[in-house]
């Protein structure tokens, strides 16, 4: 017996039952990786408007900032961050999409595949 409903036998677990399961897990993942991309998108703003702001106070007392050059590079840096990030945000989308995809057909294919059993079933009545 199976641990849900007393008297009740666990049924098999189906093909669309565990692509189901997997695609459930994959939105959760890309869930958590959206909300940990935001994270970081934050943490950049701060940090660029802290630089701002450090970069204001040396020169307010005469102390020498980073030089033009070496914040080109350190934005460069991080927009690469951010390309890769948006990146790997593209992809998940790209998977997400797919799995829907694949969810519709086979949904479609369980509904071909009743409409061709009620057909049959339809023509055995009315054979003699």
Known sequence: MGRGDPGQEKQPVGRDEVADRRDALADRRDERADARELLADERE????????????????AGTPARTPRRRAHEALERSRVALENSAAELDRTDAALRRADAADAREQHLIDDEVARTRRSEQADRSP
């Open 45 to 60: 703003r701060r940090l660029d408007a802290a630089e701002e702001k450090l970069d204001r106070r040396h020169r307010i």
